[in-house]
């Protein structure tokens, strides 16, 4: 009695968790067999990278799979991707497969630029993303849903962290007027990693440090703006935009007007345009005086030139004297 107690105890320990245990009893309660069957190992779980780096102008691929803790289906089932925010991100793809099909029927892509890469049947969910711009960046999101008899979805909490990398490029270059005639410049730039902007000029040496001060602040998204806050010499202003993966560059020229009043730079396109002005009403004046003449010619003193005259008197003076006298009735 005691050998039989110490085995099943031993049976107990010996049982993994997970598991369970079904017995079959008599009618005297004595314990007959004991079949122990293993529960699922398989859960649900998504497999993705922590990050995905490409270049703006490429493809990227985000790698995603799963798996689920049905032995087997063949079920409906659709798979979605999503941007920004895990469950309640914007859609960027979505495609959907029929019962025992492996095709999955895209019925969303936004721009028309995402593509399954994967085979949802074969727990893969890896997507394909065309022509990168840096709006592209962010965290996206896979996720798979069964229907039918099972109704089972399961999406990633965490998802991938897609970085869109570019070199420097220029967006914008003006020059503003600022307090006291005085003058400013801005130079807008966008890339990423994100581009320092360097200023030079005249009296501004070679650059100014490239690095983020007062007059340089970072824009949302990948763009950073610097400020030049006074223009004080005329020349060319040069912005300077690099990162890692290169530099870009753009000039604006400053010239002022200096007349003898000490006038501003505005001054010369100011005149320019109020000489514009003037020939413009110029024109306009011709026009109005034009349109008040009369429509008939003034007579004038000199005679009329003599016009020459179908009559039949005319038509006799010029007869020959050998042409018979045209007959004439008389009273």
């Not at 060319?236 to 935009?241: E, F, I, L």
Request: with cysteine; hydrophobic share 40%; proline share 8%.
């Amino acid at each position: 009695m005691e050998w039989s107690l110490r085995l099943l105890a031993c049976l107990v320990g010996i049982l993994p968790i997970g598991s369970f245990v079904r017995t079959k009893r008599d009618t005297t309660r004595n314990l007959l067999d004991t079949e122990v069957h293993s529960a699922p190992t398989q859960r649900w779980s998504m497999h993705v990278p922590a990050e995905v780096s490409a270049a703006a102008g490429e493809a990227a691929v985000l790698p995603c799979t799963f798996t689920h803790p049905h032995r087997h289906y063949d079920g409906p089932l659709t798979a979605i991707w999503r941007a920004g925010e895990a469950y309640a991100g914007p859609q960027v793809f979505r495609c959907a497969a029929a019962r025992g099909s492996e095709l999955c029927q895209t019925a969303l892509s936004l721009h028309g630029r995402f593509r399954l890469l994967g085979n949802p049947r074969r727990n893969d969910l890896s997507l394909r993303v065309e022509r990168l711009a840096l709006a592209d960046d962010g965290r996206y999101f896979c996720r798979v849903e069964f229907a039918g008899d099972v109704h089972d979805r399961y999406e990633s909490r965490h998802g991938i962290r897609l970085r869109v990398t570019a070199a420097p490029r220029i967006i914008n270059l003006s020059v503003l007027p600022g307090p006291a005639h005085s003058f400013r410049a801005l130079c807008t730039a966008e890339g990423e990693p994100p581009p320092v902007l360097d200023w030079s000029g005249p009296a501004l040496g070679n650059g100014s440090a490239a690095v983020r001060g007062p007059g340089q602040r970072q824009d949302p998204g990948h763009q950073v703006t610097a400020e030049l806050p006074a223009l004080v010499h005329d020349g060319r202003y040069t912005c300077t935009a690099s990162n890692s993966l290169g530099r870009a560059e753009a000039s604006v020229y400053l010239f002022r007007f200096h007349g003898a009043s000490g006038a501003s730079a505005l001054a010369l396109p100011l005149g320019a345009l109020g000489l514009k002005a003037l020939l413009l009403l110029g024109v306009l004046a011709a026009r109005a005086v034009a349109r008040r003449r009369p429509e008939h010619p003034v007579a004038q003193d000199t005679p009329p030139r003599p016009q020459a005259q179908e009559s039949n008197y005319e038509n006799l003076s010029q007869m020959s004297p050998r042409d018979p006298p045209a007959a004439t009735c008389l009273p």
